[in-house]
């Protein structure tokens, strides 16, 4: 079985023009490539499209962070899912050591404005830390899920899941942790982070996310489980995408964002690499549909 292949001309977004680019979420929206992500040297959250999912379009910043709440002097790592014809996003707000999440809206997926000042996910339990953050929400039949890694505000620890009906008050699972480390395997073996689930047929709910080997070495991996809550079982082809010694992604590869391309019969996967403090957005692919 095949595993994914490395773009040759990486990175697709980011460099000394735009700086510092992560954290990506790629959905299809009218026919385009939507990128959202976290744009550093900008303090913001942005948004890019593209014909093809290589090249794309100059961002446009979504939502800028607001220090007069106490919990946003800094924001990153969002996801935005459209519902109907709105536009809802779920972003990372930074403050005093703690993260937190917040929640935003938009009619043309460009502007986004908060409906309330306050967060809609803090930390509340022992295992979460200091900080909850890189929401993942899906909508399924009336009911938001959400996937959420929380514990350190450096590095996150774990993966919890929580539900709502109106994407703003959320019942947090009561077995979370649904998602830790397993430490036999070395590229998890400190922690595991930031995640994508998506429901499919033939697999049930497939989630790509991040292992790290040490708290500064990550590399992506994938997992799947038919409810997307319990008996995970992870991908023998894991890691599936591992830093390239002297190149851009030369120390972690985060934060994956994945599709399926049915016309290509590929999948099409997006990440953040690291080399020393600069960070981009690659993009690799795996022709085939067979991931576990």
């Not at 306050?118 to 996937?147: A, D, H, K």
């Not at 830790?180 to 429901?199: L, M, P, S, W």
Request: glycine share 8%; net charge negative; hydrophobic share 30%.
């Amino acid at each position: 079985m095949d595993n994914f292949t490395k773009h040759e001309n990486n990175p697709v977004l980011g460099g000394p023009n735009l700086g510092t680019c992560f954290d990506v979420l790629v959905t299809k929206d009218e026919g385009l490539y939507r990128m959202d992500f976290s744009w550093r040297p900008k303090k913001a959250l942005a948004v890019c499209f593209s014909e093809d999912g290589i090249h794309w379009s100059d961002p446009q910043i979504t939502l800028e962070k607001d220090e007069t709440t106490g919990w946003e002097d800094n924001i990153n790592r969002n996801c935005v899912l459209k519902v109907g014809n709105i536009y809802k996003m779920w972003y990372t707000g930074q403050a005093r050591g703690h993260s937190y999440i917040g929640y935003a809206e938009s009619r043309d997926g460009i502007h986004f404005t908060r409906p309330l000042k306050e967060p809609v996910m803090i930390s509340e339990y022992p295992w979460e830390g200091f900080s909850v953050m890189n929401p993942c929400v899906l909508y399924e039949n009336g009911t938001y899920r959400m996937w959420y890694a929380a514990g350190e505000t450096y590095e996150p620890n774990a993966l919890g899941y929580a539900e709502s009906s109106d994407g703003i008050r959320w019942t947090k699972s009561r077995i979370n942790p649904i998602f830790t480390a397993d430490k036999k395997n070395k590229y998890e073996q400190d922690r595991i982070g930031g995640c994508q689930v998506i429901k499919t047929e033939d697999m049930g709910y497939v989630m790509f996310y991040i292992g790290y080997e040490t708290v500064h070495k990550a590399q992506i991996c994938m997992a799947r489980s038919d409810n997307g809550i319990t008996q995970w079982k992870k991908s023998p082809l894991n890691p599936i995408i591992v830093p390239t010694e002297g190149s851009w992604d030369a120390d972690a590869c985060y934060k994956p964002s994945f599709l399926w391309n049915e016309k290509e019969d590929t999948w099409m996967l997006w990440y953040n690499g690291r080399k020393e403090s600069n960070e981009y957005v690659g993009y690799a692919y795996k022709i085939g549909r067979d991931l576990f």
